[in-house]
């Protein structure tokens, strides 16, 4: 197993990968999280490409340990296809109130977190590949639900990237995407941290901050 000194050199070896097909190309950078925000400005940085935040928050039921749902900061929620239909219904229909609730408060945590700054609007989207980028993926659900939030959004290509990824979610991504870099495959991830030397996160409105002079910054 590789362990990378950083965030941002883990994007720097993805990029090492994407710069000769993308480089010319109308590509933007969809990071899933402040980790991949780190992870997708080394690879933006290198492609001459913006860089936006959608940001993913589970909703999970009291004592079921698999994940329910996924909102995004838009309030658009994917359910976990590990669920049947029927079992989906039956959940949503006994848990209804508990699920409505939910929603309210991650939107609302989510937005507050956000606040005026790195407000991605979809158009930026548009008629571009779009690389979505994780900072490590321990399932593929983030990336399913980042795969939908595209689905009215008509993209050129969809590629996804990240420098680690468990074999469910490499499965996953090649499921969704047209095309997907994921630098290690490991059976048992401990913790997206423990494979990054330094692995401190800055504060969010720093995040803020990489998200809007990435144009500073190109290469």
């Not at 507050?112 to 979505?132: D, F, K, S």
Request: net charge negative; aromatic share 8%.
């Amino acid at each position: 197993m590789h362990y990378f000194p950083s965030r941002v050199a883990a994007g720097d070896l993805i990029a090492d990968k994407l710069e000769p097909k993308y480089r010319y190309e109308d590509c933007a950078v969809l990071a899933l999280g402040d980790g991949a925000v780190l992870v997708g400005s080394a690879i933006a940085r290198r492609l001459h490409s913006a860089i936006n935040l959608l940001l993913l928050s589970a909703i999970q039921l009291p004592r079921e340990t698999e994940v329910l749902a996924s909102i995004n900061n838009y309030g658009g929620v994917t359910y976990n296809d590990r669920y049947s239909p029927g079992e989906l219904e039956e959940l949503r229909s006994e848990y209804f109130s508990y699920i409505e609730q939910q929603k309210l408060q991650k939107l609302f945590e989510m937005n507050e977190l956000i606040g005026q700054g790195g407000v991605l609007a979809p158009n930026m989207l548009r008629n571009r590949t779009v690389i979505v980028v994780s900072d490590g993926l321990n399932n593929g659900f983030s990336m399913h639900a980042a795969a939908e939030f595209l689905k009215p959004i008509k993209i050129n290509r969809l590629v996804m990237v990240t420098p680690f990824a468990s074999v469910a979610a490499v499965d996953q991504m090649h499921i969704l995407a047209d095309e997907i870099v994921c630098l290690n495959v490991i059976d048992d991830i401990i913790s997206i941290d423990h494979y990054y030397e330094n692995c401190t996160l800055p504060p969010h409105d720093t995040i803020i901050r990489i998200l809007e002079d990435i144009i500073l910054h190109w290469e």
